[in-house]
């Protein structure tokens, strides 16, 4: 069984700071780790994932998440945020077909 | 490149009715998989359909199924509805279970009274 943990429910951060929405999982089987932003009453869009390779792995819009086996995590992080940023954020592991176990999710607030 | 669509987008139904919710894959998906998100929850996953197959299902009872077909849209069903049943569900397609990453739709709104 795998299961995910986001260790926050609620982030406020100011404008133009940086963000960590930390995310912790366990799995006995390799696993597949994803990172979804979701917009109020829309959707979830994929922000990254990380399946093999470089444990560094960046979106397009400069969100980033590093995979570290030893302590389970796959935090994510940004430089410096912007209003747009606000959202609620879930991360996921998957594993073959037992689709993807999401976190209870981080709502990212973004104070002017 | 179309995304996931979903139908309808809100749906009201009345305890102990059935409901049938709907899905179109992105194009060149083979796998569909449908996921319930009660209010402030992460989503729970149902069930994964892989060329019209069921071969992965989450923690939810027989009331629940579904269907795929060989367009690879999807469909869900609930019989028997209950009040926690109210709930957004979101269907996603992938390629070949999900290691490319899933496409969600928008879900469905889904209140039982």
């Given at each position: 069984a795998q299961s995910v943990t986001q260790l926050d429910s609620q982030v406020p951060v100011f404008e133009e700071a940086p963000v960590e929405l930390r995310c912790n999982y366990s799995s006995s089987v390799s696993v597949y780790l994803f990172w979804y932003v979701q917009y109020p009453n829309q959707g979830l869009q994929l922000l990254l994932k990380y399946l093999s390779g470089s444990t560094l792995v960046e979106s397009i819009n400069g969100f980033e998440a590093e995979f570290n086996k030893s302590q389970t995590s796959f935090h994510l992080r940004k430089p410096s945020v912007h209003i747009s940023d606000t959202a609620e954020y879930f991360c996921a592991v998957e594993s073959g077909a037992d689709g993807l176990t999401f976190g209870k999710g981080t709502h990212l607030i973004i104070q002017p | 490149e179309?995304?996931?669509?979903?139908?309808?987008?809100?749906?009201?139904?009345?305890?102990?009715?059935?409901?049938?919710?709907?899905?179109?894959?992105?194009?060149?998906?083979?796998?569909?998989?449908?996921?319930?998100?009660?209010?402030?929850?992460?989503?729970?996953?149902?069930?994964?359909?892989?060329?019209?197959?069921?071969?992965?299902?989450?923690?939810?009872?027989?009331?629940?199924?579904?269907?795929?077909?060989?367009?690879?849209?999807?469909?869900?069903?609930?019989?028997?509805?209950?009040?926690?049943?109210?709930?957004?569900?979101?269907?996603?397609?992938?390629?070949?279970?999900?290691?490319?990453?899933?496409?969600?739709?928008?879900?469905?709104?889904?209140?039982?009274?």
């Open positions: - | 179309t995304g996931v669509t979903q139908s309808p987008t809100h749906l009201i139904k009345t305890r102990g009715q059935q409901v049938t919710l709907r899905c179109s894959s992105q194009s060149g998906h083979n796998t569909v998989s449908w996921y319930q998100q009660a209010l402030g929850q992460g989503p729970q996953f149902i069930f994964q359909y892989y060329r019209e197959e069921e071969n992965g299902r989450g923690n939810f009872p027989p009331r629940f199924s579904g269907l795929q077909f060989p367009n690879y849209s999807s469909e869900l069903n609930v019989n028997a509805l209950e009040l926690d049943d109210s709930a957004l569900y979101l269907c996603a397609s992938s390629l070949d279970s999900g290691n490319y990453g899933y496409t969600f739709g928008s879900g469905t709104r889904l209140t039982v009274v």
